[in-house]
């Protein structure tokens, strides 16, 4: 059964920093772009970074500079470091796994699209 489990959310202040967790089970982790999505009080989901299996980062631009995503395949975790909160980032935070059908380190994987519960951020004075 396959598991991705965020961790990390809570309320800060603005200005303060928080870093989120997304712990992957019963997937190959390293044959999946990893992304952490949002979805904020009466708006719709919104990509916030990602990190494919090459490396390549990408982030919403309201987030960059001041957002950083990571991964350890040996952990099968991906991270996300949010410094320089505000209001605005306040938020469910979705973790995503996503693999295309196709060959990986000579092995064929089917495709794969899976989505955490979420962890709430919440900033706020």
């Known amino acids: 059964q396959v598991q991705l489990v965020e961790s990390g959310g809570g309320l800060v202040q603005p200005g303060g920093s928080l870093r989120l967790s997304c712990a992957a089970s019963g997937i190959i982790f390293s044959t999946c772009d990893m992304t952490w999505y949002r979805q904020g009080p009466g708006k719709q989901r919104e990509l916030v970074a990602g990190?494919?299996?090459?490396?390549?980062?990408n982030y919403a631009d309201s987030v960059k500079g001041r957002f950083t995503i990571s991964r350890d395949n040996d952990k099968n975790s991906v991270y996300l470091q949010m410094n320089s909160l505000q209001p605005e980032d306040t938020a469910v935070y979705y973790c995503h796994a996503e693999r295309s059908t196709g060959f990986y380190s000579g092995k064929w994987f089917p495709r794969a699209n899976y989505w955490g519960q979420g962890t709430q951020v919440t900033v706020s004075s």
């Open positions: 990190l494919t299996i090459g490396g390549s980062a």
